[in-house]
Structure formats: structure tokens, C-alpha cells
């Protein structure tokens, strides 16, 4: 059964058996503080409805899904799939000004920040970006992405050392969003959030879309405006309806 789990700040719901987390704008701020001040390794994921499916054959990213300390849904879909299956609506967020309202809980109370995975050539002005804006977030570390695989190891170590609040994960990660739980045993504790596009946003190589044209369009059809190939995913997507039938009759 996919029963909801609900702490003081958090609803934890399952959509065609995957967890999201309900966050209101309200307590933003007071969940991020909760999350810091858990003293564990936690993750948070940011998801559209091809991550959800995605689940369907890649095992690690479901356990990834479903160790979260938050699952976040970018999509309309996601949020449709919830009433649909009678549960409480999540609130959908878009990536970069959630990671924007993150970074500022984190400043106000006076937490520290390790960016790792952005292009060599990016890095430094995801760094500086966030400088000018958040002057009270402390910065204690940064290594670009697409570096050798012989360097994990020292890139582990150095996070550890500099037990930064929160770790920032861009798109030259091995791994991607299992770059996390792939190190769960050698990581010491502190939250991580991977996300591609809002590190290209912020080291200003790609342009953030502005969140009306978001808001009108689903997302589906934002994603084949930048990314035609994607029709390929079609039948895929077909299966999330089906999904959803038989999740809600399971539950009847």
C-alpha cells in the first residue's frame, strides 16, 4: 500500500509507487534548516516525469528515490498523477529558483557550500555568481566535473575535510544523480543536491527559461522545443496513465 508519511514540515506521498515529498512555501526555510541540521548524508532530487519512469529499469535510481531526505517534483504531471490517485497535492517547484531559495535558507543561517561537477571553463563563475549573491554563504570548496576517475578519491576526501553544509553536484559527475549514493559509505554526512541545468545557469553557460513559458507549456513540450529527439520517448510516457490505473485500483 502507498501509504503517506508526514513529519511536522514534511508529507511524504507515493505516485505510481515512487515517493515525493510535499514542501510548502510556507515552511521552506525551516525544512531546509531541518535537513542541515540532520547529522547523516541526505540527498535531495529534483524530478520530472522521465526521471519517475525511468525507475521502471534503473534500480539504483529508484533506491536513490527512495533513500531521499527530499524528492522534489518538477513536473505538472506528477502533481495531475497525485490528485488522481487521491493524495495530497505536492507543491511543483522549477529547478533553478528552488536551488536560488535554497542557497538563501542556507545564507541566513550562516551555512557553508562545496560546488562540485560544473565544466572546468564554468566553475569559477558559478563561484563568483554565487559570491555576489549570497556574500554570507560560505564557500569551503569546489572541483570542476569530467575530471578522471582516478581522482574520486581525492575529491571524497576533500569534501569530507571541508564538511560543507550543502554540496552543489553539476552535470560532469560520473554517475549524475547516483553520484551520491554510489559514495554513501565514504561520505561523512551533509546534504547534496545534482541538478545540470542549474549549474549551466549559474556558471552563465546556458540561459534560464523564464518561468511564465514554463508555467504555460507542459513539460513534455518545453523539453522537444530544446531537445526534438526526445519524441523518441513516446512510448514511454504512454506507459504513465496505465501506471497511474493501476496504482489507484491497487489502493481501492
Do not use: C
Not at 554510489?182 to 546556458?206: C, K, M, S, T
Amino acid at each position: 500500500m502507498d501509504n503517506e508519511e508526514q513529519t511536522n514540515l514534511i508529507t511524504r506521498i507515493k505516485v505510481v509507487g515512487i515517493p515525493l515529498h510535499i514542501v510548502r512555501e510556507e515552511n521552506f526555510e525551516r525544512v531546509v534548516e531541518e535537513l542541515v541540521a540532520r547529522d547523516a548524508l541526505k540527498q535531495v532530487m529534483l524530478v520530472g516525469l522521465w526521471d519517475v519512469l525511468r525507475t521502471l529499469w534503473n534500480r539504483r535510481l529508484r533506491d536513490a528515490m527512495e533513500r531521499a531526505a527530499l524528492v522534489i517534483p518538477l513536473s505538472r504531471a506528477l502533481v495531475y498523477g497525485a490528485k488522481f490517485q487521491q493524495k495530497r497535492l505536492p507543491s511543483r517547484y522549477h529547478a533553478f529558483p528552488f536551488v536560488i531559495r535554497f542557497l538563501s535558507a542556507l545564507e541566513a543561517h550562516g551555512r557553508s557550500l562545496y560546488l562540485l561537477g560544473a565544466p572546468a571553463s564554468g566553475i569559477a563563475v558559478a563561484e563568483r555568481n554565487i559570491r555576489s549573491t549570497f556574500p554570507g554563504l560560505r564557500i569551503v570548496g569546489r572541483y570542476s566535473g569530467f575530471y578522471p576517475a582516478t581522482r574520486e578519491s581525492d575529491i571524497v576526501t576533500a569534501i569530507n575535510k571541508a564538511a560543507p553544509d550543502f554540496v552543489l553536484l553539476g552535470s560532469g559527475l560520473p554517475g549524475k544523480e547516483g553520484w551520491v549514493r554510489a559514495h554513501a559509505a565514504e561520505l561523512r554526512g551533509g546534504l547534496y543536491l545534482w541538478h545540470a541545468q542549474v549549474f549551466d545557469v549559474l556558471a552563465e553557460r546556458a540561459s534560464r527559461r523564464p518561468e511564465k513559458v514554463i508555467e504555460r507549456l507542459p513539460g513534455m513540450v518545453t523539453a522537444l522545443i530544446t531537445h526534438p529527439w526526445r519524441i523518441l520517448r513516446g512510448p514511454v510516457y504512454a506507459l504513465y496513465p496505465l501506471l497511474l490505473i493501476y496504482h489507484r485500483l491497487r489502493n481501492l
